[in-house]
C-alpha cells in the first residue's frame, strides 16, 4: 500500500531556481503525497534572477505560478551560507507539526546532509531533489533522491514516450544505455533475492524493493523508462523474462526464473 505523505518543500533557491526544475520537482511529488508548505529561501535576489527575467516583477510572479512562498535570508557574514541555517532551523520549527510526515530538501549540494540525518531520526520521511553531480552524501542521506535534471533530459529525448506496455518494451529493446541499467538492476535485485528467499525460493516482494531503495536511494520505475513510481507493474510486465511474481492474498512474493540464475 503507498503511503500518502503530506509534504513540507524546503527549495536552497541559492542553487535550486531553474524553473523548469521546480515544475518537475512538484509533478514527481504529487505521486507521494500532497505537498502543503513550498519555501523557497534564498540570500541574494539579484543572484538569482536569470537573464531573461530581468526584472524583480517577473522572479516574484515565477514564485507565485509555482506557489512558492519566497523567504529572503540576509546574509551577515561573507562566505557563509546563510539559506542552508534558515533552512535547518525552519525545518526544526515544522518538526512540531505532527501533520507534516515528509521533507522535500531541494539543493545541488550537499550542505543539507546532516538535515537530512535530523529529520530521519525524527521518523520523517525525507526525499532529496538536486542535479546528477549532486554529492553522492547528501543523496544517500534522503530516503529516495530524484535528479530533476536527469529526469528533464529523458523527457526531452522521448517526448513522444507512450504509456502502453508495448511501447515501454520497445523502448527497452532500443535504447542500450537502458539496457545497461536494467542488467545492473536486474543483478541488485538478484542479489537481495537471494539473501532473503525462502525453502520455495522467492521472496516477499515488499521486503526486496524496500531493501533496494536503501541501496540505491534514488531507485524509480521512472529511470527505467516505465510510465509511473509503481514497482510491482514494472517487474510484473516489463521484467517478467527475469522473475516469477506470485500473490497471496494483498501479499506479492518475487522470484528468479531459471535463466537468469
Given at each position: 500500500m503507498e503511503t500518502n505523505y503530506k509534504i513540507a518543500v524546503l527549495i536552497d533557491f541559492d542553487n535550486f531556481n531553474n524553473v523548469d526544475f521546480l515544475k518537475l520537482l512538484f509533478d514527481e511529488l504529487n505521486d507521494y503525497g500532497d505537498v502543503i508548505i513550498k519555501e523557497a529561501y534564498f540570500s541574494d535576489i539579484?543572484?538569482?534572477?536569470s537573464s531573461e527575467e530581468k526584472t524583480h516583477t517577473k522572479f516574484i510572479e515565477k514564485l507565485q505560478f509555482l506557489g512558492i512562498n519566497p523567504k529572503l535570508q540576509i546574509p551577515y557574514t561573507k562566505k557563509k551560507n546563510a539559506t542552508d541555517i534558515r533552512i535547518a532551523i525552519e525545518a526544526m520549527d515544522l518538526l512540531n507539526k505532527d501533520y507534516i510526515t515528509c521533507f522535500c530538501l531541494a539543493s545541488c549540494d550537499s550542505?543539507?546532509?546532516?538535515?537530512?540525518?535530523?529529520?530521519?531520526?525524527?521518523?520523517?520521511?525525507v526525499i532529496g531533489a538536486g542535479v546528477?553531480?549532486?554529492p553522492k552524501a547528501f543523496k544517500d542521506e534522503?530516503?529516495?533522491?530524484?535528479n530533476i535534471d536527469t529526469r528533464i533530459k529523458d523527457s526531452k529525448n522521448e517526448e513522444q514516450k507512450q504509456k502502453e506496455l508495448s511501447k515501454n518494451k520497445q523502448n527497452y529493446k532500443a535504447n542500450n544505455d537502458l539496457k545497461k541499467k536494467i542488467?545492473?538492476?536486474?543483478?541488485m535485485v538478484n542479489k537481495i533475492i537471494e539473501e532473503n528467499k525462502d525453502e520455495r525460493g522467492f521472496a516477499r516482494f515488499s521486503q526486496v524493493i524496500?531493501?533496494?531503495k536503501k541501496r540505491q536511494t534514488d531507485f524509480s520505475p521512472k529511470n527505467y523508462g516505465y510510465t509511473n513510481k509503481n514497482t510491482l507493474p514494472l517487474f510484473r510486465d516489463v521484467l517478467n523474462e527475469?522473475?516469477?511474481?506470485?500473490?497471496?492474498?494483498?501479499?506479492?512474493?518475487?522470484?528468479?526464473?531459471?535463466?537468469?540464475?
Open positions: 539579484n543572484s538569482t534572477i550542505d543539507l546532509t546532516p538535515l537530512a540525518t535530523r529529520l530521519k531520526k525524527e521518523n520523517k520521511y546528477e553531480m549532486t534522503c530516503n529516495f533522491f530524484i542488467k545492473d538492476l536486474v543483478a524496500g531493501i533496494l527475469y522473475y516469477y511474481i506470485e500473490l497471496d492474498g494483498n501479499t506479492a512474493f518475487i522470484g528468479l526464473k531459471h535463466n537468469n540464475k
